[in-house]
């Protein structure tokens, strides 16, 4: 996998709070970003499990749902955590890559839901099937930020 990028960074405090883009954020193993609502134990479908302390989404999947399909939606709209450019995310479950110096392991893929769609109030579920990014554990603490490079590990 060639090295990608983030392109940019959400989090929501509350569960259908409006994302809100930041420059870094700490990544807390165990919880997930600081400030989120999941972090806070605050996430709509909030579980003490892993593949609930990190989401993200390739910036192409978001494109290609406007050129495809012709609906707009922010980056943050997705409501994913990471927004990456240039990273086969759905390559990614079950490996271990790296946020600049955090660790984290894919764990499965974060497919759209009736929940994203009432939320962003767009017909997204066609638009985003096996492109709605990936569910991730965070492995090491660290802080992740805008143009940090994703590696792949194992």
């Known amino acids: 996998m ?6 940019s960074i959400h989090i929501a405090s509350t569960a259908q709070g409006p994302m809100q883009a930041i420059a870094q954020v700490a990544a807390i193993p165990g919880a997930g970003l600081e400030g989120d ?7 709509t479908f909030y579980k003490p499990e892993p593949d609930y302390e990190l989401t993200l989404i390739e910036a192409e999947s978001i494109e290609a749902l406007r050129r ?7 980056a943050g709209d997705a409501r994913r955590n990471i927004v990456t450019r240039n990273v086969p995310l759905n ?3 079950g490996k ?11 764990i499965r893929l974060c497919e759209p839901c009736d929940h994203l769609q009432k939320v962003t109030g767009k017909p997204v ?3 985003l099937l096996h492109r709605g990014g990936l569910r991730a554990q965070i ?5 992740i930020r805008v143009g940090d490079v994703v590696t792949r590990i194992s």
């Open 139 to 143: 492995l090491t603490a660290g802080t």
């Open 125 to 127: 579920l066609k638009g």
């Open 91 to 93: 390559h990614l479950v």
């Open 68 to 74: 495809d399909y012709q609906v707009e939606l922010a």
């Open 37 to 43: 609502r999941y972090e806070l134990k605050q996430g």
């Open 96 to 106: 271990e890559f790296a946020i600049g110096d955090v660790r984290i392991r894919g």
């Open 2 to 7: 060639p090295d990608g990028t983030v392109e």
